[in-house]
């Protein structure tokens, strides 16, 4: 099994998802600190219309922070912050039955 690291280019293309699943976008591009070598957002295009109504202004795509990333494979998952852009003030629409 090759253990090399993966190339950060990698990244480029995958799909991604809150960690409730719910579709967010797709990976475009990487932003960089390259002081600091380390990865500190995604630029994400085929966004989520429901998600990001509103937000983009008229704006192509958009960053997400990469300390919102939560797991990396064939899909990229991020914190469920994404999904409260739709409506800020609504609770964790979750009930426990």
Request: aromatic letters at 6%.
């Amino acid at each position: 099994m090759d253990e090399r690291p993966e190339e950060i280019t990698a990244l480029v293309g995958r799909e991604v998802y809150s960690n409730n699943g719910v579709f967010v976008g797709e990976v475009e591009d990487i932003r960089l600190d390259l002081d600091t070598e380390t990865v500190t957002g995604l630029a994400l295009t085929e966004l989520n219309d429901e998600l990001f109504a509103g937000h983009t202004n008229g704006a192509r795509g958009v960053v997400v922070p990469y300390r919102w990333v939560r797991a990396v494979g064939d899909v990229v998952l991020v914190n469920d912050v994404v999904e409260r852009l739709s409506d800020p003030t609504e609770e964790d629409s979750e009930a426990i039955v």
